[in-house]
């Protein structure tokens, strides 16, 4: 087992530094670009970021500087296709961690004085202020080009809510003007966002165009955005086939009374240009497109035109980032070898050997054209309950009609578990089994129906992470529907046949559990000690699109340990799962990795096939409402399908539950938190 162990050890160690160091090379544009981390204090707070500097650039030989921002729930490096591509080209780009996301906080007396703890509260303040200070400051830098009237030449893109801060941040560059009679910055594309939250605060499409200022502007309005982009008498739900330039405020951004048309530049009346972009793509798509970052690259071109002497003529559609995507991807896969290998590791070595128990043997595989029926249906429930629930959970929440389904099962299973535990008193023969399984029953339903019934997680200081709310909600949702499931099954079928805890890969050995979470603490720690390490050495992650393990700041860690509880008790219920529907004969290779993550993920998958296949073939999603939550789901496929791969892995090497629940725990809480936008840390 130790040589198996060094083995995953050192292969995943080569494929994270193959793919770190080629991560490195393209990030650079083949060391055309140097990148450096920076942070800057503000009136606001901190503002930190990935500044691409490419060769030649500096105090004598200023250039056009394109600051760059995503959106809600992400960090600068989900703009590394905009960054790479306009970066090797010549431009000066800062990707920008906007407050309270990534590497960049927000001064808590901010939040206070935009309501304190409330959703509104904590939402607005972040992107209101982000790309308008970091202007401020790369104007002052030496290497950012000015023009004889000390004019910034500055363009700002963001995506989503960078998209909004961005355009806040052309108003109020505007506003400054009339005062100052600089302008610091000179042109702006926004991708995924119209003027909906920026009317909230003033700058509805009519007051950013009087504050246009003879800029040069553009809009990435993706024809299946999941929010934005909706004609005025759109039907509810937003997760529809949209065409912005035929809506009144494409029109009047354009500065069009009747018509207009897609991908075509408009000049202005106050002497700017104007360009909607219109790619068939939904809303995170953006950022990991071939076409939208050709689109950012013709934008600056023109926009920049005039500046453009020490700028590299290379065509929109030649890139290299998607080479960058690829190796952090490779390692994102050795990070998995890594984290396996190591856990495997020393749970081989004295002492941390406590976390083992004796071989979890396999089961019999169930015979009979019944059980078999009966086992089939089970798992398909298991499967697609989650998915069933996903929009109920994380769009209505508790108290809603579907969710309330959820409340009335949970009493009735609780009372049915009342009962069950009167009979087995009087059940000489599986008194013990079923008195166990009785009291389960009762535990999860009442446990289901309270969930159900009672919002969990209510915005304040102390659930600040607002975007892993609903999050939580579902997945504990999700463990109490699961829970609730095994009880019953193990009531009905298995009470009766000796199956005992041990067959579920539980062990209530007190050492055992808190070595065992030792040894997931280490397996973390070493693991994301190399991750920083690559970030250090070649500014690399581990993703692919947007679900990544990537560095953060240890003020986080309070947050991480507020939620963990939540995700300790899916992935201890999930385990449970994985173990006993795939611990059987005909489940030792592969099937049981799929069955396993299929337990986990099976329902999202099924959830997001229907709702996007829907959206593309009618032009209208399953489920119209949820932009958000769908969204979500793309990065929490892969995070349950690792978690399953490594609960089942890790299972039968040590013949319980304990490692592989803690290690996903702490694992994907860690993850989900460092991706973010947390209030109040």
Same mark, same amino acid.
């Given at each position: 087992m130790k040589k198996r162990a060094l083995i995953a050890i050192c292969i995943g160690i080569a494929l994270i530094l193959l793919g770190s160091i080629f991560a490195g090379v393209f990030n650079s544009g083949a060391a055309g670009t140097k990148i450096k981390r920076i942070s800057f204090e503000t009136a606001n707070g901190r503002l930190s970021g990935l500044l691409y500097m490419p060769k030649g650039a500096g105090a004598d030989n200023p250039r056009p500087t394109v600051i760059v921002t995503h959106g809600y729930l992400n960090s600068a490096e989900m703009q590394d296709a905009n960054a790479i591509e306009l970066s090797r080209r010549g431009y000066v780009v800062l990707a920008l961690d906007q407050y309270d996301h990534g590497h960049s906080d927000l001064n808590d007396a901010v939040y206070e004085a935009f309501g304190g703890e409330t959703f509104t509260g904590m939402w607005f303040p972040f992107w209101i202020n982000s790309m308008h200070d970091a202007v401020a400051y790369m104007y002052e830098q030496p290497y950012v080009l000015k023009d004889e009237a000390g004019?910034?030449? !500055?363009? $700002?893109?963001?995506?989503?809510?960078? %998209?909004? =801060?961005? /355009? *806040?941040?052309?108003?109020?560059?505007?506003?400054?003007?009339?005062?100052?009679?600089?302008?610091?910055?000179?042109?702006?594309?926004?991708?995924?966002?119209?003027?909906?939250?920026?009317?909230?605060?003033? !700058?509805? $499409?009519?007051?950013?165009?009087?504050? %246009?200022? =003879?800029? /040069? *502007?553009?809009?990435?309005?993706?024809?299946?955005?999941?929010?934005?982009?909706?004609?005025?008498?759109?039907p509810a739900g937003t997760v529809r086939r949209k065409d912005y330039v035929s809506t009144p405020d494409g029109l009047a951004f354009l500065q069009q009374t009747e018509s207009a048309q897609a991908n075509?530049?408009?000049?202005?009346?106050?002497?700017?240009?104007?360009?909607?972009?219109?790619?068939?793509?939904?809303?995170?798509?953006?950022?990991?497109?071939?076409?939208?970052?050709?689109?950012?690259?013709?934008?600056?071109?023109?926009?920049?035109?005039?500046?453009?002497?020490?700028?590299?003529?290379?065509?929109?559609?030649?890139?290299?980032?998607?080479?960058?995507?690829?190796?952090e991807c490779v390692a994102l896969v050795g990070f998995i070898f890594l984290i396996i290998g190591v856990a495997s590791l020393l749970i081989e070595v004295p002492f941390f050997n406590k976390a083992k128990s004796p071989e979890l043997k396999p089961l019999p595989s169930v015979t009979g054209t019944s059980s078999k029926f009966g086992t089939f249906a089970l798992l398909l429930c298991l499967i697609l309950l989650p998915g069933i629930f996903f929009s109920p959970?994380?769009?209505?929440?508790?108290?809603?009609?579907?969710?309330?389904?959820?409340?009335?099962?949970?009493?009735?299973?609780?009372?049915?578990?009342?009962?069950?535990?009167?009979?087995?008193?009087?059940?000489?023969?599986?008194?013990?089994?079923?008195?166990?399984?009785?009291i389960f029953v009762m535990i999860a339903g009442v446990g289901l129906a309270l969930i159900a019934h009672f919002p969990m997680y209510p915005d304040g200081k102390t659930f600040s992470a607002l975007g892993v709310n609903s999050i939580a909600y579902w997945t504990i949702g999700c463990a109490a529907i699961a829970l609730l499931g095994m009880s019953v099954v193990y009531v009905a079928s298995k009470a009766n046949k000796g199956v005992t805890f041990k067959d579920y890969g539980v062990t209530f050995h007190p050492v055992r559990i808190l070595v065992s979470l030792l040894v997931a603490v280490i397996t973390i720690v070493v693991a994301y000690a190399v991750l920083f390490l690559m970030d250090l050495l070649f500014k690399a992650d581990f993703r692919i699109w947007t679900f990544a393990f990537k560095t953060f700041d240890l003020a986080i860690i309070p947050k991480i340990l507020t939620y963990l509880p939540t995700f300790l008790l899916f992935y201890i219920v999930s385990t449970i799962s994985i173990t006993i529907n795939t611990n059987t004969e005909k489940l030792q290779g592969i099937k049981g990795y799929l069955l396993a993550i299929a337990l986990n993920a099976g329902g999202g998958m099924l959830w997001l096939i229907h709702q996007y296949g829907k959206l593309f073939a009618t032009g209208v999603a399953a489920h119209p409402g949820s932009a958000l939550s769908g969204i979500v789901l793309v990065a929490m496929i892969p995070t349950l399908s690792i978690a399953a791969i490594i609960s089942r892995n890790l299972y039968k090497k040590t013949g319980n539950i304990w490692v592989p629940a803690f290690l996903n725990a702490i694992l994907m809480t860690t993850m989900t938190i460092a991706n973010t936008m947390i209030a109040f840390k």
């Open positions: 004019n910034g030449i !500055i363009g $700002v893109t963001g995506h989503s809510m960078g %998209g909004f =801060g961005s /355009t *806040m941040a052309l108003a109020m560059d505007e506003q400054e003007a009339m005062a100052t009679g600089v302008r610091k910055i000179y042109c702006g594309l926004t991708e995924g966002s119209d003027f909906s939250y920026t009317g909230f605060v003033g !700058i509805d $499409v009519a007051a950013a165009d009087a504050l %246009g200022g =003879g800029r /040069t *502007m553009g809009k990435v309005a993706a024809q299946y955005d999941e929010f934005f982009f909706n004609a005025p008498d759109a075509t530049w408009y000049e202005t009346s106050d002497g700017g240009k104007r360009i909607i972009y219109e790619p068939a793509q939904t809303h995170p798509w953006n950022h990991f497109s071939k076409n939208t970052t050709a689109y950012a690259v013709e934008f600056y071109t023109e926009a920049f035109k005039d500046y453009n002497a020490n700028i590299r003529d290379v065509a929109a559609t030649k890139q290299v980032w998607q080479l960058k995507e690829i190796f959970l994380m769009d209505g929440g508790a108290g809603s009609d579907m969710v309330n389904i959820l409340m009335y099962a949970g009493i009735a299973f609780a009372i049915a578990g009342c009962l069950g535990f009167i009979y087995s008193l009087f059940d000489k023969q599986n008194r013990k089994p079923l008195l166990i399984g009785t």
